[in-house]
């Protein structure tokens, strides 16, 4: 098979039934190679083997769920990929002398669905969600800065959103991640989470 996808079967012939190519559900910067193996019965595992993603399905399952499990674990290993190549913490330790904050004890990538970054003040750990990684830098940015503004101040106060407000494209980036909560399904996506407060606001 030629294209994005490409399949093959272990342990036995190939199944009879045609693979037609499947459509990944976002931009995928990595080819994809289903392999069926009659030796595995239920699961369907992924990982990346010389720059491309490899799903490993059994011989038998039906094509519907087949797609549906492939759809996320590309999205999923695509965005782990992407996020390998940022220096996060290199960044995150820019903004904070930048903008004069406290340096982040911790910064790390996080498979965050229902938030884009959050900060654990007490600790002065911050997760910022692989998502981000496939998008401008600038918005990542706004992102981190927002995290490292809770080092300074817990809440979501004046005095937190004039700190935010210091990196230029902290409108813009709003923006951004306004527009990318309103087409993704994960609809409380614009909610920042931190871990000290006992309720949270949204972002905007």
């Known amino acids: 098979m030629t294209g994005l996808f490409s399949s093959k079967t272990t342990n036995s012939r190939s199944p009879n039934r045609s693979d037609p190519a499947l459509t990944a559900p976002q931009p995928n910067p990595l080819p994809?190679?289903?392999v069926y193996s009659r030796r595995r019965r239920k699961t369907v595992q992924a990982t990346v083997v010389d720059g491309v993603i490899r799903i490993q399905a059994p011989a038998g399952i039906p094509r519907a769920e087949l797609d549906g499990h492939i759809g996320d674990l590309v999205a999923r290993l695509s965005r782990r990929y992407q996020a390998d190549t940022v220096?996060?913490?290199a960044r995150a330790a820019k903004l904070a002398r930048?903008?004069?904050?406290p340096q982040p004890t911790l910064v790390r990538w996080a498979e965050q669905r229902t938030q884009w970054g959050s900060c654990t003040p007490s600790t002065g750990e911050i997760r910022i969600s692989t998502r981000l990684a496939q998008w401008p830098p600038?918005?990542?940015?706004?992102?981190?800065?927002?995290?490292?503004?809770?080092?300074?101040e817990l809440?979501?106060?004046a005095a937190?959103?004039?700190l935010v407000d210091q990196y230029p494209?902290?409108?813009r980036a709003r923006g951004f991640l306004i527009a990318k909560s309103i087409t993704e399904s994960d609809t409380d996506s614009t909610t920042y989470a931190?871990?000290?407060e006992p309720s949270h606001d949204t972002l905007f």
Do not use: P
């Not at 930048?98 to 904050?101: D, L, M, N, T, V």
């Not at 600038?138 to 300074?152: F, K, Q, R």
């Open 194 to 196: 931190d871990d000290t």
């Open 87 to 89: 220096d996060l913490a």
């Open 32 to 34: 994809v190679e289903v």
């Open 138 to 152: 600038w918005v990542l940015d706004y992102v981190l800065v927002h995290e490292l503004a809770h080092l300074v």
């Open 160 to 162: 937190f959103h004039q």
């Open 155 to 157: 809440n979501h106060s």
């Open 169 to 171: 494209l902290a409108e």
């Open 98 to 101: 930048r903008f004069k904050f």
